[in-house]
Structures are given as structure tokens and as C-alpha cells.
């Protein structure tokens, strides 16, 4: 069986994280799958989706870790082909992926007990993000 659902989330224009693990449970509990998998995608090459500790030291550490990687304000060829400075949130979507599979076991996530699915809006303007979630597993 395969159940495909979405969601948005409204961005800034600043490196934005938003917490989408009850939103993507909920997605498996309504689709009645027990054991399986569950994907969870954005389209679009200037976010990205992972998982991590939803807490604000981590995500502080985390911002400050994609800026070294990828500084806003370094020189990138896509600024100049296209004017729209946002290069760098490319290149941090890029890094990080724009999707993330979690293991579904008895209907739940499974995810470590500080584990939690987060979508990263790296773009220059605000935005709104369309998140594909897909549960592909069991029926009842």
C-alpha cells in the first residue's frame, strides 16, 4: 500500500527549521500503515530534510554549521548568471538533501527518543514550502 499526503510551511527569509515529526505520525497513523517506510520530500532546490534534536542549541549549532559550509556572503556563479543572491541556499540544500526515509515498526516512527524530522528553508526571500510525504508499507 502507498499513501501520499502534503503539507506546507511558510518561510522567511533567513535560514528557518520547522519541526515536522507530528505532522508525518499523523500521516502514518491515518494511513493505517503498520510496518514500512515513510518519505518525506520537498520540492524545490533551496530547502532541504534531515533529522535532529528539535532544541535550540543544537539548531543555533546547526545554522552556524551550514553557514561555514556554505557562507551567505561568499561569491557564488548562480548570483551572477541570475541576480537573485541566493546562491548559497542551493548549495545548503545541495549538502543536505531534499528528502529523508524514517522506518515505520507498529505504526510508529522510528525515531531515536531526541530524533526529529525537520524541514531547512535555506532561501534568500520568504517562501512557501510544499513538503511530499509518501507511507509505503502494510495495509489493515
Excluded at 1 to 22: P, Q
Amino acid at each position: 500500500m502507498v499513501r501520499s499526503f502534503e503539507l506546507t510551511k511558510s518561510g522567511t527569509s533567513d535560514t528557518d527549521i520547522f519541526d515536522l515529526t507530528d505532522d508525518v505520525q499523523d500521516f502514518v497513523t491515518t494511513s493505517g500503515v503498520r510496518d514500512g517506510i515513510v518519505t518525506v520530500f520537498t520540492p524545490g532546490s533551496t530547502a532541504a530534510v534531515t533529522t535532529i534534536e528539535f532544541e535550540s542549541g543544537v539548531l543555533m549549532d546547526l545554522k552556524r554549521a551550514i553557514e561555514r559550509l556554505a557562507p551567505r556572503d561568499e561569491r557564488y556563479a548562480h548570483d551572477a548568471a541570475w541576480g537573485d543572491g541566493n546562491g548559497y541556499a542551493h548549495v545548503r540544500s545541495a549538502l543536505v538533501g531534499p528528502s529523508c526515509t524514517i522506518p515505520v515498526s507498529g505504526g510508529k516512527l522510528v525515531l531515536g527518543t531526541w530524533q526529529q524530522v525537520v524541514l531547512l528553508d535555506f532561501d534568500n526571500r520568504p517562501r512557501r514550502r510544499r513538503v511530499a510525504v509518501q507511507v509505503v508499507g502494510d495495509g489493515q
